[in-house]
């Protein structure tokens, strides 16, 4: 396994992980929003809402996870979303740091 090959599924990790985040991040946030029960302050709303951002920053810098600076952010802010997409956006993160500087790049 050379470089590209690490970062290629740093970009697929990113890429699912950016998809779910936004997904599960919409569901909540429709959910806290159109739940009778309760009423939707900036308490319930901020969770759900930092998931789809960092879904939508892990799409964005997807193509960019080859970047060292992009790929500790893109770690910090998934260890920080938490969730099923945050942890794979956090573990693609990782993996880009991990490829960067174990793997031989392409010769």
């Given at each position: 396994?050379?470089?590209e090959?690490g970062?290629q599924?740093?970009?697929?990790?990113l890429l699912?992980g950016g998809?779910?985040a936004?997904?599960f991040?919409?569901?909540?946030?429709g959910?806290?929003?159109?739940n009778?029960r309760t009423?939707?302050?900036l308490?319930?709303v901020s969770?759900?809402?930092?998931?789809?951002?960092v879904?939508?920053?892990?799409?964005v810098?997807s193509?960019?996870?080859?970047?060292?600076?992009i790929a500790?952010?893109v770690?910090v802010l998934?260890?920080?979303?938490?969730?099923?997409g945050?942890?794979?956006?956090?573990i693609a993160?990782?993996?880009?740091?991990?490829s960067?500087?174990?793997?031989?790049?392409t010769?």
């Open positions: 396994m050379n470089q090959d970062y599924i740093s970009r697929a990790l699912i998809v779910v936004i997904a991040g919409a569901t909540a946030l959910s806290n929003l159109f009778s009423y939707a302050d308490t319930s969770g759900p809402l930092f998931a789809i951002i879904g939508v920053i892990a799409l810098t193509s960019r996870v080859n970047e060292e600076a500790v952010v770690a998934g260890f920080i979303a938490s969730g099923w945050g942890i794979l956006v956090a993160g990782v993996w880009a740091i991990i960067r500087h174990t793997l031989k790049g010769s």
